[in-house]
């Protein structure tokens, strides 16, 4: 190399140093949203929107919850991947956008592990098994003695085809034997609420959406997807010990960034949003809601994806899920 290049590129390397570091302490220069797949009301939303609060009171700029329902999570997930890696799109993405849906759906509009770039999980979700007062069945296994009785009659809700609930109330049918109607609808606030009504009898709901109606004494709990009991609902028996053994059903919600996301922004998000979930005010609200605090670096949460994708295509050959 002639003594001219080697100053060059010298000179060059010398600025580019700085460069990075420079980006993330100007990021971020105006507002950021937060897309989200599903209706206001549900999971995603309120981490969206309690996250984004934080955020805006620790950066002085904007951050807005962008709801984009439809297609079980798809058109959000698909919006997300085709936005610019700049920090300023984020995606609170879900097991059914990530995991779930790529075996469902016979072609997706982004590659859930090439198009986005893992940034933290943020909680570990267990569902609620939740019965309108009106049916007779106080337990699993009277549900379950109902249903054997009863097949097809009993309706649950979801929060859509291919969705988190979805799938883990057709786990619940295979390993139970019962044999229970789906009625699909967009995103947990409208699940819940026609449960409330009295239009379905059960549903399949995460628990940050089904603790409150519970604790307000308008629905009632039977069950708990997860390995042990919730804070959240202490008299709740986990369904593998209260009917049906070895169930056990854990979904969970993440934050990403669209692909190309430069190395020293996801720094400085992941450290500002990891450091927002485990405040003690944060960690007691998702507590409270039936949530586990579970953050996580870019490189688990990467791998948490890549492994749920492989367990959920198996649950979905399993039960013969079916989009409806």
């Keep these: ?9 010298v000179s060059v390397l010398l600025f580019a140093l700085p ?5 993330a302490q100007a990021y971020p220069g105006r ?17 969206a929107r309690s996250i984004g609060q934080k955020l805006t009171e620790e950066w002085g700029q904007q951050v807005i919850a962008d709801n984009r329902p439809g297609a079980s999570g798809n058109i959000a997930a698909e919006f997300v991947a085709r936005s610019k890696g700049d920090g300023y799109t984020l995606f609170i993405n879900t097991v059914g956008t990530h995991a779930i849906n790529p075996a469902v759906f016979g072609k997706l509009g982004f590659d859930p592990i090439k198009d986005f770039t893992p940034i933290t999980n943020l909680v570990n979700l267990p569902t609620l098994l939740l019965a309108h007062p009106s049916v007779p069945a106080k337990t699993v296994k009277e549900l379950i003695a109902l249903a054997k009785k009863r097949p097809g009659e009993l309706t649950y809700s979801s929060a859509g085809s291919g969705s988190q609930p979805h ?11 019962v044999d229970l109607l789906h009625v699909p609808y967009k995103g947990a606030t409208p699940q819940v609420l026609d449960l409330i009504g009295g239009h379905v009898a059960l549903s399949f709901v995460t628990a940050p959406s089904g603790v ?3 604790k307000a004494g308008q629905l009632r709990a039977l069950g708990v997807t997860s390995a042990t009991r919730i ?5 709740v028996p986990p369904i593998s010990e209260a009917g049906v053994p070895g169930y056990i059903a854990v979904g969970w919600n993440g934050m990403l ?28 609200r998702l507590i409270d809601l039936g949530a586990e605090p579970a953050t996580s670096t870019p490189e688990e949460f990467a791998a948490l994806m890549k492994s749920e994708l492989v367990k959920w295509a198996k649950v979905v050959r399993e039960s013969g899920a079916k989009l409806e």
Aim: hydrophobic share 45%; aromatic share 2%.
């Design 1 to 9: 190399m002639k003594p001219g290049s080697l100053s060059l590129a």
């Design 257 to 284: 960034a669209p692909a190309g996301l430069p190395a020293s922004v996801l720094e400085k998000l992941h450290a500002t949003v990891v450091r927002i979930v485990q405040t003690p005010e944060m960690r007691q």
């Design 231 to 235: 804070p959240a609902l202490p008299d």
């Design 31 to 47: 507002p950021i949203r937060i897309v989200v797949p599903f209706p206001p009301g549900g999971t995603s939303d309120i981490l």
């Design 19 to 23: 460069c990075a570091g420079a980006e």
């Design 167 to 177: 799938l883990t109330a057709e786990m619940f049918k295979t390993m139970a034997g």
């Design 212 to 214: 409150p109606p519970v």
